[in-house]
Nanobody, 122 residues
């Protein structure tokens, strides 16, 4: 059974940092693209970033480029999202997601985690 478990969300002031983790299980990590989406209240879910478990290639959506960094620990089947210079508009539920095969551009997940809340106060 595929499981994606997020952790690390919380409340932070604008300009601060948080690091999210996604612990993956039930599949071969190297065969998947794993990444993050987010959904703010009243808005559609949007992509944040993703990484290839196979070759480590990454992709960032424009709203977070230069502020967020995605990385992975393949030995622990875990993906991290380091979020710096946080803004109130980054407030959302952040979801970990995974897609078998594919490429980092055009990430279309097959599996989703339950989400973790990130709140950035002004």
């Amino acid at each position: 059974e595929v499981q994606l478990v997020e952790s690390g969300g919380g409340l932070v002031q604008a300009g601060g940092s948080l690091r999210l983790s996604c612990a993956a299980s039930g599949f071969t990590f190297d065969d998947y693209i794993i990444g993050w989406f987010r959904q703010a209240p009243g808005k559609e879910r949007e992509g944040v970033s993703c990484i290839s478990g196979g070759d480590g290639s990454t992709y960032y959506y424009s709203s977070v480029k230069g502020r967020f960094t995605i990385s992975s620990d393949n030995a622990k089947s875990t993906v991290f999202l380091q979020m710096n210079s946080l803004k109130p508009e980054d407030t959302a539920v952040y979801y970990c997601a995974a897609e078998r095969g594919g490429v980092v551009v055009g990430f279309v997940p097959d599996y989703w985690g339950q989400g973790t809340q990130v709140t950035v106060s002004s």
